[in-house]
């Protein structure tokens, strides 16, 4: 008899699961169905165990010849940037999966097929009922927010792109108000491009930039011309949160990622943080961590 006649669920799972983007690696650790990844991107941060696992790819480009040698029986893309190495997946006979959150909906959808992907619905539940209960916790927090600051999330600097979906959720949820709401239903960076005149128009108390791959220079943000009309430039008020903790959109973001921001954001209003919703990694007064 066979071990699948054995045990008739042994094979209803992937087994061996090659993880392109951040946030999935870190979900299947969650779950405890780690023993299932076989190879990461290089940029994979969280948890740090995942560092030991072999890195067969960049965010935009993949080894597949390495990715082949661990015969992986389902390899997990995200969104248009990595639709090239998606493609070339499947042209190979490999089995991927690309999903593509831009909501804290859709990061709970991903999470929920993620569990049934790994026969584990029930914890996949439980973490996004977890989850909820922070956001709670978070949003009664702000009720007591004397104001909600105006608040330039800089995704990325040239071009000045802003408004991705998940981080302006979370924005509000943690107190604050961005200023270009219109854009969040625009799915493509490239359809997020702001204009400089209009940030200094719009003139935001608080600036938080998150610079993928990279630590955003609040120095350059400064000294941009005409950004010395900005409230936030001028009272100081530019902070960092670190692209791992805010646009990965899956467990970092959150968490980790939704309490920097309304540490950062109750620092600007003065309000005390309460223990159980203060960020895990040490913020400064300036707001970097």
Known sequence: MSASELNPREDLFPRRIVCLSDEATELLYLLGEQE??????????RPLEARSKPKVSTFRDANFEAIEQLKPDLIITYSDVQAEISRQAVLRGLT?????????????????????IVGKEDQ?????????????????AAKSFPRW?????????DPLISGIRWVE????????????PELRDRRKAKERVVDSAEVIRRNPDVIIASWC??????????????????????????YEIRSSFILQPGPAS????????????S?????????????SEKCDPDGSA
């Open 149 to 157: 600051p105006r608040v330039f999330f800089e995704e990325w600097k």
């Open 254 to 265: 959150l968490t980790e990622g939704v309490r920097q921001l309304h540490w950062i954001l």
């Open 96 to 116: 991927v999966f690309n999903f593509n959150q831009r909501s804290i909906a859709e990061i709970f959808d991903f999470i929920s097929l993620m569990a049934r």
């Open 267 to 279: 620092h600007v209003v003065g309000h005390e943080v309460a223990e159980e919703i203060m960020p």
């Open 213 to 238: 791959g990279m630590k955003a220079n609040k120095q350059e943000i400064s000294s941009r011309p005409g950004w010395e009309k900005i409230a936030a430039v001028r009272d100081g008020r530019i």
């Open 124 to 140: 996949g539940i439980a973490l996004i009922s977890e989850y909820r209960d922070g956001f709670k916790r978070i949003a009664m």
């Open 169 to 180: 959720e979370l924005i509000e949820i943690a107190g604050g108000e961005p200023i270009f």
């Open 36 to 45: 299932r990844i076989v190879g990461v991107s290089g940029f994979s941060t």
